[in-house]
């Protein structure tokens, strides 16, 4: 019914439109060309904030059609940051055939992917179709997918074992920071903080007041992570480590799963 009643306003919304639009060519003439001219700059000055460019998928793992192991999570990437509190699981659907699976669906801000994880291994042989709605993800910037994403790929053979979910003990990033960041940050510390345990969740982030160093079991909370995520709104100062080669993906994933397991 209401679609019915939209469509009936439909051809009066138009003809509207229409004499607005002479209306506002008609003003534009008596103002002259200096109020056209304002109305032009005004005009180009909103546009990009009236259409913001769409949140973009760069890449899936598995690509579509390929074959992903029955074990293995599927990835999206996404060429912006998610906002965490913003992925709604509800509009995302897992099905093969008239099948739904259940899933859990999580965010890794080190490539900037959806990752969906079945609780189970997926059927080997079976066509599996992974349908995400527009308003399953948002950017931390607000913006939003212009179109769902269909992903279609069969389930093969399962591979890499699943990660472990134990918590990361900190002996585990010690050896990492010693290589990496305890020039700076080692025991008679140049930088602030020093990389021990106990200043990591006592403290604060002198960068960026009010911020935890680290906020246990929130990672994108924590300004030990967000340091290490080149880019990532919000963070002052320069990305770490200051010196020497990048983390590895894995190694950031290695604190975040630290700071996750607290
Ligand atoms: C060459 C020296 C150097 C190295 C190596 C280095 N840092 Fe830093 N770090 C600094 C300096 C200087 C600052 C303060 C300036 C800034 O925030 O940009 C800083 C700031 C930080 C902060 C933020 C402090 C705050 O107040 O918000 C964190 C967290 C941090 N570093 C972690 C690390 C980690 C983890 C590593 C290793 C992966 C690392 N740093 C490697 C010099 C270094």
Aim: with cysteine; glycine share 10%.
């Amino acid at each position: 019914m209401q679609y019915q009643a939209d469509r009936k306003k439909d051809p009066s919304a138009v003809r509207a439109t229409l004499f607005d639009d002479r209306a506002a060519v008609k003003s534009g003439r008596r103002k002259g060309f200096p109020g056209l001219a304002a109305s032009l700059l005004l005009f180009l000055a909103c546009a990009p904030d009236r259409d913001p460019p769409a949140l973009a998928l760069l890449e899936t793992v598995p690509a579509a059609g390929a074959a992903s192991p029955a074990n293995a999570p599927i990835r999206l990437r996404f060429n912006g940051w998610l906002d965490p509190e913003g992925v709604a699981a509800g509009a995302i659907d897992l099905h093969s055939g008239d099948l739904s699976f259940g899933f859990t669906a999580g965010y890794d801000p080190v490539d900037r992917a959806l990752v969906i994880i079945p609780p189970v291994d997926l059927r080997v042989g079976l066509a599996y179709r992974l349908e995400v709605m527009p308003e399953a993800v948002r950017g931390l910037d607000g913006r939003r997918l212009a179109e769902p994403i269909t992903l279609d790929f069969v389930a093969g053979p399962p591979t890499n074992p699943r990660p472990p979910a134990d918590p990361v003990p900190f002996a585990r990033l010690q050896g990492l920071f010693a290589r990496a960041c305890d020039r700076c940050h080692g025991a008679e510390p140049l930088a602030w903080p020093p990389l021990t345990e106990q200043a990591l969740l006592m403290g604060e982030s002198l960068r960026d007041p009010g911020r935890r160093l680290v906020a246990p079991g929130r990672p994108l909370e924590s300004q030990l992570v967000l340091k290490l995520l080149p880019g990532y709104p919000g963070v002052h100062g320069a990305p770490m480590p200051l010196e020497g080669p990048p983390l590895t993906a894995d190694q950031v994933r290695t604190i975040i799963g630290w700071v996750e397991g607290l």
